[in-house]
């Protein structure tokens, strides 16, 4: 089962910052909180990940709490072309090796002309 | 960045036929893959892992008889799926990670799978 919570949909305006939050109550300290998303018909995209501390890159920033226990990622400012299913997953153990990630159902975010 | 490719992006096929996907990853080396299984409308389910030199691991029920998955090179994963029914139609995804446990998984942009 997914280690994260994250409400099912939301909507932004165009060219206003999009807030997704994400909670991971149960999250280890060796942890690490990874956003995706997928538009429509293709595969999940890489956005931004991080531990403790927050995060940015071309694409987004990654809130963490003090806690870790949730996460808010940040598109600043929201395009037409952010419309997506955004996927925030805790990357779960399994020994050694590359590791899979573990799908919630994400939040469809639509961004608004 | 690390690119995954997947082939081909769309296949229709008749009922009883078997059908092959490909994964590579384009500019790095992949000891594992994932393969993924996503319905309409839902979020991505792990079938597999794909080791490379060794068996797949199969998550709880997913029959490997039906998808066989081959890990040939450090760079190619294979899922075949066999026989296919049309309750097989579906959207198949594939993932690959440069390395370790911190480097994020990068995906194919998946594989559309109509049974006719």
């Known amino acids: 089962d997914a280690k994260t919570t994250q409400p099912p949909s939301m909507d932004c305006a165009e060219g206003r910052a999009a807030n997704l939050p994400c909670n991971h109550s149960?999250?280890?300290?060796?942890?690490?909180v990874y956003w995706y998303r997928q538009i429509h018909s293709q595969g999940p995209q890489y956005i931004i990940h991080?531990?403790?501390n927050n995060e940015t890159n071309e694409m987004a920033s990654l809130i963490i709490t003090e806690d870790r226990k949730s996460s808010t990622l940040i598109l600043p400012p929201a395009t037409l072309r952010d419309t997506a299913v955004y996927y925030c997953?805790?990357?779960?153990?399994?020994?050694?090796?590359?590791?899979?990630?573990?799908f919630g159902q994400g939040t469809r975010l639509t961004i608004n002309p | 960045g690390a690119v995954v490719s997947q082939h081909p992006s769309r296949v229709i096929c008749k009922s009883g036929t078997s059908v092959k996907i490909e994964c590579r990853s384009l500019?790095?080396?992949?000891?594992?893959m994932f393969w993924y299984r996503q319905f309409p409308k839902k979020s991505l389910m792990l079938m597999a892992t794909?080791?490379?030199?060794?068996?797949?691991?199969?998550e709880q029920g997913v029959e490997k008889d039906k998808f066989l998955i081959n890990h040939a090179s450090l760079t190619l994963s294979t899922l075949t799926v066999t026989s296919a029914h049309p309750e097989d139609s579906s959207f198949y995804i594939c993932?690959?990670?440069?390395?370790?446990?911190?480097?994020?998984?990068?995906f194919g942009n998946g594989t559309r799978l109509t049974v006719t």
């Open positions: 993932s690959a990670s440069p390395r370790d446990n911190t480097s994020p998984l990068h």
């Open positions: 149960t999250i280890s300290g060796n942890e690490y």
């Open positions: 991080g531990l403790k």
């Open positions: 997953i805790v990357r779960v153990s399994r020994g050694r090796g590359a590791q899979n990630l573990v």
């Open positions: 500019d790095f080396q992949a000891t594992t």
């Open positions: 794909s080791n490379e030199g060794s068996k797949a691991t199969y």
